[in-house]
């Protein structure tokens, strides 16, 4: 990056706003004029200003995307920090951050806030000028999609400031534009926590939505990444603070309003709802998954590697394709040498630039136990049946074990060592190509959605997301069956995932039965997250087999009536045929005898013949037969009359509880070194009003940390005395 021109007031009041003469043709905001916007011009007027006031807000993002990385990550059970990294790096993980830690420094956020005030305090979001789309002329309003864009990007700015700092945390909406303000901002502005920051910018964001839009101008930011990911949806951040909300006040219905965000954005298309201007139309999980093939399954042949090992859901090259996953990302500088280079790239992976020094980050055994201890579970057709099978380790190489290419297939395939020049060497694949810092990415989202629905009281919708993925066939005869209220069934209803959108391959029944036509199964646009890695997650009865199973020891449930037992010997005569089948159906036979129309056995003595006889034990058989399907037809009608009447009460709460589980797992299996695992670890432990929740987490890292986070006044950063709790 070259050639910055920015107002420096003082301080962490830099950088009034930024526009930039910026030369070099793969960085970033290469805007190529040297419009400076200074403190005294308090006016923006001009589409032109609209452009370069971003621009100095995306400037001074770069400072951040790093450390916010850092701190969502080292702080929470997936990383070691290695011996040769940085002290500072050390200490973010080990929870002893003191104020002369580099990364340590709230005043770059205030930056970018400062610059977000100042754009919201003067920018006229009713001027407009006229524009000519498809030979049509209309009225543009210049200054709404940047607007509602720093709206967003304020919020999510002090959200973050929330999760590293905790509480008293300086809250400023107005533009500090004086030196003497900038002396005195920190020490005499008002203080939030994070729940006070949530409810306010809520309330700051909602009357925008209805304003979201990308930005017409796909100029002025980088070669590599469009203009419009720079943007953050304001749907999502509203999403993301709901749930942050429900959280810490323990609140399901904010995690209804957070669900319904995250989906607000999921629907969203550019043009108004359902149109088609070149996006896709949903923002779904790509069938993009690591999966052993069929060959594999079916030849027991697992010394190739699994397919899918592209990691395409990490590109920033593209934008609102079928093919692409990442939303919003920071723009960062091409090249190690520059201002703002992506410093992610060289600390969880060998530094090439600088004679291939290793990576200061590790897996922590954690990580590679979450991805290990999974089962993977795959199908293959052999004569036009299907068989499942599952992978496991004695199946493998022992180098594929080793390089966690078994259970979930995600951070074997991402993560990788190999001999370099005298040392080992080590590459993940996700945070080693991407150039850029992706901040929302369409797998995160989902997950985020599962665990607002689940936390709001929908544990087999939030199932759903893990397992086989949404549209209305799923919703409509998995989730909405179970609605108890109107107001549960209109909430359901509120997510539309039509199928003329998809590739349909589920049936899914209001009696929980579902069918599913396996063979446009490597063909949908959506798949369950946990099949990213895992297989067919919806089938495997390693996974989570309690989704069918409801126990018998609850209050009320009807008795499982008896079965029909057919283990027995039929290739004899008559009189050994009916021993044989009373000999497994006694009871069965005694309970159809004594029904007030029931069916006697039959006395074989009283036939004459060897033929009648015969005929008179396979018609009693057929009778034995029909009963028990009769008995279990009333059996399931029972089950579900209570299930709907009565169970859910008892048994969601656990459906919930083993649903959480396997988020946290999932959290840890598609979100590893992304920077979301602390953030996730606090949210889980305020809902659960349990500090050790986290602790234990961490602990498994690092033991010694147990004691210290039991306490969660020690899981923030402290500054200068003045934030932090």
């Known amino acids: 990056m070259k050639n910055l021109k920015y107002f420096l007031a003082f301080g962490w009041v830099c950088c009034i706003f930024a526009a930039a003469s910026l030369t070099s043709c793969d960085d970033m905001l290469d805007m190529g004029n040297d419009d400076v916007l200074y403190a005294d011009r308090n006016h923006l007027t001009s589409a032109n200003d609209t452009v370069n006031s971003y621009v100095g807000i995306l400037v001074q993002l770069q400072k951040i995307a790093v ?17 040769n990294a940085h002290a500072d790096l050390k ?11 580099i990364y340590n420094n709230p005043r770059d956020y205030y930056a970018v806030i400062n610059n977000c005030n100042y754009f919201l305090a003067n920018a006229d979001t009713l001027l407009r000028e006229q524009r000519y789309e498809n030979g049509a002329a209309s009225d543009f309003y210049v200054f709404r999609a940047e607007y509602v864009a720093v709206r967003a990007v304020r919020a ?39 729940a006070q920051i949530c409810d306010y910018f809520i309330d700051d964001l909602k009357p925008y939505v209805a304003w979201f839009n990308y930005f017409t101008h796909s100029s002025g930011y980088n070669s590599h ?56 139309r949903k923002n779904v999980i790509k069938n993009v998954a690591v999966a052993w093939t069929a060959n594999n399954l079916s030849g027991g042949n697992f010394n190739f590697t699994p397919s899918g090992r592209d990691n395409q859901w990490f590109s920033t090259s593209s934008f609102g394709l079928q093919s692409s996953e990442v939303i919003t990302a920071i723009g960062m500088d091409s090249a190690s040498a520059e201002g703002h280079f992506n410093e992610l790239r060289y600390l969880y992976s060998y530094n090439r630039d600088e004679n291939d020094v290793e990576a200061s980050f590790a897996p922590s055994k954690a990580c590679c136990d979450y991805s290990d201890s999974q089962v993977y579970y795959g199908y293959y057709t052999n004569s036009g049946n299907l068989v499942y099978t599952s992978v496991g380790a004695s199946q493998l190489t022992e180098d594929q074990v080793n390089g966690h290419i078994v259970g979930d297939l995600r951070l074997g395939t991402t ?17 080693y190509y991407p150039q850029d810092v992706i901040i929302y990415r369409t797998g995160d989202i989902y997950l985020r959605l599962a665990e607002a629905l689940n936390y709001a009281g929908f544990p087999k919708f939030a199932l759903a997301i893990l397992t086989i993925g949404l549209d209305n066939n799923v919703i409509n005869g998995l989730v909405l069956p179970l609605c108890q209220t109107p107001q549960d069934s209109a909430f359901v209803q509120y997510f539309d995932f039509n199928v003329n959108y998809y590739v349909s391959r589920v049936t899914a029944y209001g009696n929980g039965a579902v069918t599913i036509n396996y063979g446009e199964s490597a063909d949908v646009n959506q798949i369950g997250l946990h099949q990213r890695g895992s297989g067919w997650a919806f089938t495997n009865p390693y996974y989570y087999p309690e989704i069918t199973d409801v126990p018998q020891d609850f209050k009320g449930y009807p008795e499982m009536p008896l079965t029909f037992d057919n283990s027995y010997d039929t290739s004899t005569n008559a009189e050994t045929f009916l021993a044989n089948i009373l000999s497994v159906n006694q009871e069965l036979a005694d309970q159809l005898a004594a029904e007030e129309d029931g069916v006697a056995i039959p006395d074989l003595a009283a036939i004459e013949t060897a033929r009648e006889r015969t005929q008179a034990v396979s018609s009693y058989e057929q009778a034995l037969k029909d009963y028990a399907a009769k008995l279990y037809a009333i059996y399931e009608d029972a089950a579900e009359k209570w299930y709907r009447d009565y169970g859910v009460a008892q048994v969601k709460p656990r459906q919930i509880e083993v649903v959480d589980s396997l988020i946290d797992v999932e959290s840890a299996l598609e979100t590893c070194f992304e920077g979301f695992r602390f953030g996730y670890l606090i949210r889980d432990a305020k809902r659960k009003g349990d500090p050790t929740v986290l602790a234990r987490r961490v602990a498994k890292r690092d033991p010694s940390l147990l004691g210290l986070l039991s306490d969660e006044n020690n899981w923030f950063i402290r500054w200068n005395g003045q934030i932090g709790k």
């Open 67 to 83: 450390r916010t990385n850092l701190f969502g990550e080292l702080r929470g059970d997936l990383v070691d920090v290695n011996a």
């Open 91 to 101: 200490a973010i993980s080990n929870f002893t951050v003191d104020d002369d830690n």
């Open 156 to 194: 999510w700015l002090y959200l973050q400031l929330g999760q590293i700092y905790g509480s008293n945390i300086p809250f400023v909406t107005d533009p500090i534009l004086s030196l003497d303000d900038a002396d005195n901002a920190l020490a005499n502005a008002p203080k939030k926590n994070l």
């Open 225 to 280: 990444m469009p203009a419009r990911m720079s943007v953050f949806p304001v749907s999502l951040v509203l999403g993301d603070l709901y749930l942050w909300a429900s959280s810490l006040k323990q609140d399901p219905l904010l995690a209804r309003e957070a669900a319904k965000s995250y989906f607000d954005y999921i629907d969203w298309t550019p043009g108004g709802k359902n149109s088609n201007t070149g996006y896709k």
């Open 415 to 431: 993560y990788s060592i190999y001999q370099r020049q005298d040392m080992m060497q080590q590459v993940i694949n996700k945070t």
